[in-house]
């Protein structure tokens, strides 16, 4: 891993799958975890079409997983490819793998990273029609969403009807919502909501605290 992930980084994913593919040469058989470390590696250095070249050619030697196919997916959505993705998760179903939560998280979030809001929302909506068991990082991605684009009251409405759906904010979503009233609406809504985390219970972290300076910093007080 350790390897791979240097020749990726020095821009030469060729030998790092040279690696891989001469693993058992050295002891080291490939196994299905030594290939989604290979396919993770080549995705988050945005290597996506070499990633998916070699997941296609081995996919069914080493029994690609739920894993496997949640890595390209997040490859192709860190690059904004957000079709080749959703293609990838009608072929995942076609070989009979259920797409797990993250999945889905991993679709939602390449939406908005790609900057289509209206997408995202309605691949939400699907969601909830599914009944899918959304989580935290569900609606923290929403808020973030939502808030990254301006659109603060709807971020906001987001937050209220997730704490209305019974699932409790985390300290990142706290985080989020702060974030996003520094920059597109007002520091003094962004004190107001921290105030709220302390009194909840929540701990603020570094970020929390970053964030917050910034904005103040930057509103001048």
């Known amino acids: 891993s350790i390897i791979t992930e240097r020749y990726v980084a020095a821009g030469k994913p060729d030998r790092a799958v040279n690696v891989f593919l001469s693993m058992h040469e050295h002891g080291c058989?490939?196994?299905?975890?030594?290939?989604?470390?290979?396919?993770?590696?080549?995705?988050?250095?945005?290597?996506?079409?070499?990633?998916?070249?070699?997941?296609?050619?081995?996919?069914?030697?080493?029994?690609?997983?739920?894993?496997?196919?949640?890595?390209?997916?997040?490859?192709?959505c860190l690059i904004k490819r957000t079709p080749k993705a959703l293609e990838l998760l009608g072929e995942m179903v076609e070989r009979g793998l259920d797409p797990s939560l993250t999945t889905f998280n991993i679709m939602l979030k390449g939406y908005f990273r790609a900057g289509q809001i209206k997408e995202a929302w309605e691949f939400f909506l699907q969601m909830k029609k599914r009944k899918c068991e959304i989580d935290v990082v569900t609606y923290t991605t929403l808020v973030h969403g939502f808030g990254v684009?301006?659109?603060?009251?709807?971020?906001?409405k987001v937050f209220d009807e997730m704490v209305g759906e019974g699932v409790l904010p985390s300290v990142a979503t706290y985080n989020a919502l702060i974030q996003v009233l520094c920059k597109k609406d007002s520091v003094e809504n962004a004190v107001v909501v921290f105030e709220e985390m302390v009194s909840k219970g929540y701990v603020p972290n570094v970020t929390t605290y970053n964030v917050l300076i910034r904005g103040l910093c930057h509103a001048g007080n």
């Open 29 to 76: 058989p490939q196994d299905l975890n030594s290939f989604n470390t290979i396919l993770d590696v080549l995705c988050k250095a945005k290597r996506v079409e070499k990633a998916y070249n070699l997941f296609k050619v081995f996919r069914g030697r080493f029994k690609a997983d739920c894993v496997s196919y949640n890595i390209i997916a997040n490859g192709w």
């Open 149 to 156: 684009v301006g659109e603060i009251k709807k971020a906001r």
